[in-house]
Every structure is written in C-alpha cells, then in structure tokens.
C-alpha cells in the first residue's frame, strides 16, 4: 500500500508555555478530504502552518507521500506538491487577478514553461472558480466571496497534491457556501487530497470523509461525520452545552438527527 | 489551404484587423523613438554637446544606471536598501586598487569591481535580507557605514582619508584617460545595460516573482518561490549594475575618497529618482534620474547659495504630490482620462 499523501507523528508547537498544538497524529490517503473542526484557538491554523512550513514544529514530524519534510522551508513544502489558502485572504494587491493565479502555475511542483503559459493556465483555474471575468481587475475591487475565489485560485494552480483550505468559507452567504462545497467536490471527484480547516459545521460535515475535531492544540475525537455530529464530547466542547442540550432534546423527541 | 470558408462581417474584419493591428503599431512606434533616441545619443557628443555638457550627461547616465540597480531590490522586490552606496564604494575602491597597485588595466578592473560588489552582495544579502521594511534598511546603512570606516583604517592599501590615485597620465597609465567624451560613452553604455536588464526582469518570471514577495513575502513562499534565493539574486543583480558604476566613477575622478565613494547621499538619490520616477517600473528611474540630476544641476547653478533647501523642499513636494512616481501617475491618468493630484494624494496618502 503506498504512502499517505499526509502523514504526521506526534506533531506539535509550542509558543513558551503554551502548546498551541500539541501531538497530533493524521494520516490523509490520497483522494480523501479530511476536514478539522474545533473552537477559536483550538490549534486549527498553527496545524495548517505546521505542515506548510510557515511555522517550525517543536515536536513531531511532517511526511508529504512519505517522504519526511519536517522544518523545510514553506516554498520546498510546496515543490513537494502543498498548497494552501490563508484565513486572512494574502492577494499580490499590485498584480492583476490573472497574474496573482499565473505565480501559482509559475512556481509551483509543476512549473509553467513561459510566463505566457503560466497565464494561460490561470485562465483555466479562473474559469473553474468562476472568477475569469475578473481577471484583468485588481484583487482590491473583488467582493469578499471573490476574493476567496481568488485565494483558492492561488492555489490551485499550483495543481497540488495536497490541497490545506484555511477557512475559505468564513463569511460567505449560504448560497456562496454552496458553490464553495460543489467546487470541493468536483476536486475531489478529481482525485485531489484535501484538508479543510472550517468553522462553518454544516459546511464541513458534507464533504468530509473524516473529520478530527481539535480542543486546545490536541485531538479531542476523530471519525466519520455522522459520528460527529452525534458525539457528546463535541457537541459540548464545540457547540456549548446549551446546544447540546438541545440536540438531546430534540433526538429523544422524534428519534433522528 | 487555410482560406477562411465563411465571409466575416465587415465590421468584425475590420475590429479584428485593428485589435492585431494595434500592439504591432506600438511595437513598431516605441522601437523607432528609441532608435532614434539612441542615434541622438551616440552622435550628440560630436556634434552638439561642449566638454561639460558631456560630463553632466554622463553623471545622468551614472545615475539612470545607479537608480535601475536600486530599482531591482527597492522596487520590484520591496527591499529599501539603504546601503546601495557600499556596492558603488567597493567597486570604485577594486578598479583604484588594482589600476594604482597592480597596474592593471582599467579594462581588467571593471569585471573584477563586478565580481566584488556581487560577491559582496550576496555575503551581505544572506543575512541582511531576512530583515524586513525599516530593520532592512537600517541595517544596509549600517552595513554601508561600516564598510567606509573599514576603509578608511586599511590605509596601506587604500590610502585612508586621505584617498588613492589612479595612475591616469604619463608612462603609468595602463589604460588611457578617455576624457569626457569616452566617460560619457562608458556611463550611456552602462545606463542602457541596466535599462536592458531591468526591461528583461520585468517581463520574467524571475520579476513577477520579485513583485510577489513585495506585496506578501509568506504567500509567494507558499506558491513555491524560493523566497531568500529570489531577494539574494536581486540584491546581487543591483550590485552587479551599481560596482560597475563605482569603478568607471573612480577612474573619471582619479583621486577617490572615502566620504565621496560611500556617500549615503548617493543611496539617497538613487532612493529618490526611483520613488519619484516610480518604482517598480523600467521607465520611472529613467525619468527620475533625468529630472532630478538636471534640476540639482540646474539649482546650483542659479542659486548657488540655496540650491540644497530649493532641491530638498521641491523633493518634499513632489512626494506629498506624486507619492506612487511620476511614470505610475501619467500611467493612471492617461488609463482614466483624468488629471487630478488630489486623487492621488487621497488614495495614496501616507
């Protein structure tokens, strides 16, 4: 059996006496998505910079389809085939729409041959995120939908085998989220691994094949989305109790989720 | 073979015709004035120009050269360098020391002034550019400033305060005093390389890469750009350009100094032209560089007494008035048909 696409062992950072993440231990195979839910400050996006190298781990190790990338820097993470969004979007304000897409294709594990290339390339990833009709603008003018199109374009030109989406649905319109998980799905379909980091519960319940829920830099439960959603534990930890209460309430009154 | 089967409309023929017809045209215009630029400048010291037109034109072109180099790692990269003087300085001292030690030929020591201010650059450049925005540039002025006490104390080989010479005439001249016609060839030769250099960086993958990590460092790390090898070659690039500079400056002053050579003031200019021109841009240091050394000139020569504060205040306002350089702002104007400086100091305020 090959190597999982992710893999880490006993991960984790701390900041002096805190452990912003402490010991955590995944393994993504190739083609799943793997979503992390957890409170604010629960380690979500320290993990995300953990394993793109954006942050140093204090403990633990980093392998990329097996092979051991721990404390490299972020740009050889992302020649290994990672990429990332950032949860405060990170546009180049001065480029244009297409050419913050084209640095993707141009430096990414699969680089464009030309300049020229590289832009016809974003053209393709703007086309898919909807966004090509902006790609001549600013990413200043761009809506805050629109600029998480963008932030996800970014990435994907770089055409990842490891796709770490940091919050790209936080502060998105429900129908915007709909569009936001069709997109996942079909690169999914496509055969892209994929972690989402997302606070929106109903957002990453539906498209994860597994989801590891995080409580102050530690794993807190790790299983299937159904059993999630069930499971006391997070239901407390990551919804409160009242609402907790609630969904007990409710589950004993008509007997279903 | 190819014959198009189906008769377009007039009106789409003739829309398409222009669309092709257009960016060729420019090509074609902008090849031709610049052509015809070059041959102005190439015959104008015969022709037009006395002996000290020359000279301060061929102190414009130093500059033009000396603003491009800054341009790479303060425009396109982000990084103000405020110690661009040090690679000037190193390569002014290389060409003096060994056209006034060894004997060497002028010719021999202008690779030799390259090769130390890039060698220099990326020494310095390693651990300097892992500093960002105001700790970067202190630090490269410091770097600068140092440089200069440390020549100044190697005086057996570089005569201290009290400067070296270059042997320029009699039996000792390896290379022969150009004058100011040949320095105002060497300096046009030099300000059309760095022109042509920064020209090719802008369209490559390399500049694209530059402009990344100057508007954000960690996303164009995490699109897979080699961060530190991107800055360090630019830095290097600057060099490559600037310690040139330095070294034909020497030869055409023969005596040089320490206070002259590592002049922050010249890291200062180069600054300016580039910010006023506008930065990041192939034309702005050109404009930059022109305007600035003719006005300077130009004040000193009519005002005399006051030419430094008229300089310094005009500077001042042309910040507060053209904060993004003068090429971004005709850009601009031109791309929305209106000419309006308190737009831009509205959007751009400081």
């Known amino acids: 059996m090959s190597a999982p ?125 909807g966004l090509l009709g902006e790609a001549g603008a600013r990413p200043g003018g761009l809506s805050v939908a629109d600029a998480r199109r963008l932030e996800l374009a970014k990435a994907l030109a770089m ?99 | ?13 003739v829309l398409g015709r222009w669309r092709i017809a257009r960016p060729r045209g420019r090509w074609l215009a902008l090849a031709l004035v610049a052509l015809a630029g070059l041959a102005v400048l190439l015959l104008a010291p015969h022709y037009l120009l006395l002996g000290s037109e020359q000279r301060t034109l061929g102190s414009v072109f130093m500059f033009v050269a000396l603003a491009q180099a800054w341009n790479i790692i303060g425009g396109f990269a982000g990084y103000p360098s405020f110690g661009n003087v040090v690679f000037f300085g190193l390569g002014g001292y290389t060409t003096a020391i060994l056209m006034a030690k060894a004997g060497a030929s002028f010719w021999l020591t202008l690779p030799a002034a390259a090769a130390v201010g890039v060698l220099f650059a990326v020494l310095m450049g390693v651990p300097v550019l892992r ?49 100011n016609t040949g320095f105002y060839f060497y300096f046009l030769a030099l300000a059309l390389a760095a022109v042509a250099v920064v020209w090719l960086v802008s369209r490559s993958r390399f500049g694209f890469g530059l402009r990344a990590i100057a508007q954000d460092e960690d996303a164009a790390a995490a699109a897979g750009l080699n961060t530190t090898r991107a800055k360090v070659t630019a830095f290097a690039l600057s060099a490559l350009i600037t310690a040139p500079a330095g070294a034909i400056y020497a030869f055409q002053q023969v005596t040089i100094y320490p206070a002259r050579l590592f002049d922050v003031e010249i890291t200062v200019l180069m600054v300016i032209m580039v910010v006023l021109g506008g930065s990041g841009t192939v034309l702005g240091p050109v404009v930059g560089a022109v ?27 042309a910040v507060v008035l053209l904060p993004m350089g003068a090429v971004n702002f005709a850009r601009e104007s031109w791309a929305h048909r209106r000419v309006s400086l308190l737009e831009t100091i509205r959007t751009y305020r400081l």
Do not use: C
């Open chain 1, 5 to 129: 696409v992710l893999e880490t062992r006993g991960l984790g950072r701390r900041f002096g006496g805190l452990a912003a993440v402490d010991d955590v231990s995944l393994r993504v195979e190739e083609g799943t998505v793997i979503g992390v839910i957890g409170p604010n400050g629960a380690g979500k996006s320290t993990l995300i910079n953990l394993i793109t190298g954006h942050l140093k781990p204090t403990r633990g190790t980093v392998a990329i389809d097996g092979r051991d990338v721990t404390g490299q820097r972020p740009w050889a993470i992302a020649k290994a085939g990672v990429a990332r969004t950032f949860q405060i979007v990170k546009p180049f304000r001065e480029l244009t729409v297409r050419e913050n897409v084209a640095i993707g294709s141009m430096f990414g594990p699969e680089r464009a041959r030309s300049v020229r290339e590289a832009r016809e390339l974003a053209d393709e990833v703007l086309e898919r995120v």
């Open chain 1, 159 to 257: 055409r990842p085998r490891l796709l770490l989406l940091d919050e790209v649905m936080a502060g998105l319109r429900p129908g915007e989220i709909d569009r936001a998980l069709e997109l996942v799905r079909s690169l999914r379909r496509g055969g892209m691994t994929i972690l989402v980091v997302e606070h929106v519960m109903k957002a990453i319940m539906s498209v994860s094949d597994s989801v590891l829920v995080m409580q102050e830099g530690r794993e807190l439960v790790r299983g299937a989305p159904e059993e999630i959603v069930r499971d006391q534990r997070v239901i407390e930890a990551y919804l409160g109790q009242r609402y907790a209460r609630r969904v007990s309430e409710r589950d004993s009154g008509n007997g279903h989720a």
């Open chain 2, 1 to 13: 073979m190819a014959t198009p089967t189906r008769p377009a409309s007039p009106a789409a023929t």
């Open chain 2, 131 to 179: 500093l960002r925005g105001h700790y970067f540039a202190i630090a490269t002025l410091g770097v600068a400033e140092g440089v200069r006490e440390v020549v100044i104390n190697l005086d057996g080989l570089t005569g201290g305060n009290s400067g070296i010479t270059v042997p320029a005439v009699g039996p000792e001249a390896v290379t022969s005093y150009p004058g």
């Open chain 2, 291 to 317: 305007a600035l050394q003719y006005l300077s000139e130009w004040l000193r020569t009519n005002y005399t007494d006051l030419h430094t504060i008229i300089f310094g205040a005009i500077i001042v306002l």
